[in-house]
């Protein structure tokens, strides 16, 4: 990993911020008893005490995270300021931080719009955009009383699909005038960055109107021939499902939810696709059949029948994914399985068949189909991935050994 700093100098970082901290401690009429007792104050003091040096001191560990490639840098209490760096955590020296240095950083990390959600909620994310690191995704919370951060450090724009290393196949689903399609897989995968080379490419191949809703807005989309809009939640609206009701009355063409989190977003994302929509979207979940089934559950028993009707009509595809370190060392590459809602798959959908669903990828390759464990052999064949990694990510080991 490439040094912002000589090591010196960040262990002289540490010791500053933890004696800043100290310093700021002791001008705060606040007891102990009661800073324990209230850990709203606890923030709000920080806040308020937040100087320009805290803002100078975090903005050179962004720096040093960003100079080294990391994914995420991790403020936590009587740890080192440790970034991720290719999925891999790495500590930034040896020098823990203490729990005034974190709330110091975390004081000044929070924007003035969001300090009142944090204080009274114990935790808040939002977006913001520093001129050396680009623009970052923020989570500041409480645990065991003591205030931590996770910031992700976000690419300078929207990728594109292939500087992705992701199947061109994909694009198929940025020609779609109306449609479901969800990117799933597990935190840390990329599906907010699959969703945004997605956007990228509709917005430069048609004229639409976009609406994105996200909580926080991660990537900015330029309007180009198109009209785009950011709708954040817990800045310009209180949930995602109001979001959406709100979006289908604002005439748009095309929109990309960060995260169905509930059934009513998850309804109202369905009913907005089968009603001549193009509808992106993310779910935690790993593969095709569970993603549906996550859908499926979320509905009461009675009216099963019905949702599975307008899932099969309004499924578009589903596409699951890993990232897997490369072979070399230089990074991560994404595995890939694609779903494609062929009159097969809707029918098994209908039917309630999920289960069956596996099969498909393999019966219908000529449909832009792809299974995981045929991504990961490609992967291994053309010397991106270790086989023995592969092999571990794959869902059928044994068939996987045979493929290679």
């Known amino acids: 990993m490439k040094k912002l700093l000589p090591d010196p100098e960040l262990e002289a970082l540490i010791r500053h911020l933890n004696t800043a901290a100290r310093d700021t401690e002791d001008g705060n009429d606040a007891t102990a008893e009661e800073d324990d007792a209230c850990h709203s104050s606890n ?85 913001l955009r520093r001129d050396g690191a680009g623009r970052l995704r923020c989570n500041v919370h409480r645990q065991r009383g003591q205030w931590s951060a996770a910031v992700r450090l976000l690419a300078r724009g929207a990728p594109k699909l292939d500087e992705l290393g992701l199947p061109e196949s994909l694009a198929r689903f940025a020609e779609l005038a109306h449609g479901l399609l969800l990117v799933t897989g597990p935190t840390g995968c990329g599906k907010s960055t699959t969703l945004a080379a997605l956007v990228r490419r509709i917005l430069e191949t048609r004229s639409v109107h976009l609406v994105s809703i996200e909580d926080p807005v991660e990537y900015e989309h330029a309007h180009g021939d198109s009209v785009v809009e950011h709708v954040e939640v817990g800045r310009d609206v209180d949930s995602f499902a109001q979001a959406l009701r709100s979006s289908l009355r604002q005439d748009p063409d095309v929109l990309m939810i960060g995260e169905m989190r509930d059934s009513a977003s998850m309804s109202i994302a369905i009913t907005a696709a089968e009603t001549g929509h193009l509808v992106l979207s993310t779910l935690h979940t790993s593969d095709a059949p569970q993603t549906i089934h996550r859908i499926l559950d979320s509905y009461p028993a009675n009216q099963m029948d019905a949702v599975r009707a307008q899932l099969s009509v309004s499924l578009a595809g589903v596409v699951s994914q890993q990232l897997l370190p490369r072979a070399d060392g230089s990074g991560r590459v994404p595995a890939v399985e694609i779903l494609v809602a062929t009159p097969a798959v809707r029918n098994l959908i209908r039917q309630g068949k999920i289960e069956q669903l596996r099969s498909q990828l393999t019966l219908e390759r000529h449909a832009g189909m792809l299974e995981l464990d045929r991504s990961l052999a490609d992967l291994v064949r053309s010397g991106r991935v270790d086989a023995k990694e592969a092999r571990f990510r794959s869902r059928q080991p044994d068939e996987f050994d045979q493929r290679l």
């Open 43 to 127: 923030l709000r003091w920080r806040l308020e005490a937040a100087t320009g040096d805290a803002w100078e001191w975090l903005d050179d560990l962004l720096e040093r995270a960003r100079s080294g490639h990391a994914s995420d840098l991790l403020l936590v209490v009587d740890a080192p300021p440790t970034v991720r760096v290719n999925g891999r955590l790495q500590p930034l020296g040896r020098k823990k931080l203490s729990a005034g240095a974190v709330a110091l950083l975390c004081g000044a990390l929070v924007p003035a719009t969001h300090r009142a959600r944090a204080e009274h909620d114990g935790h808040v994310d939002f977006s």
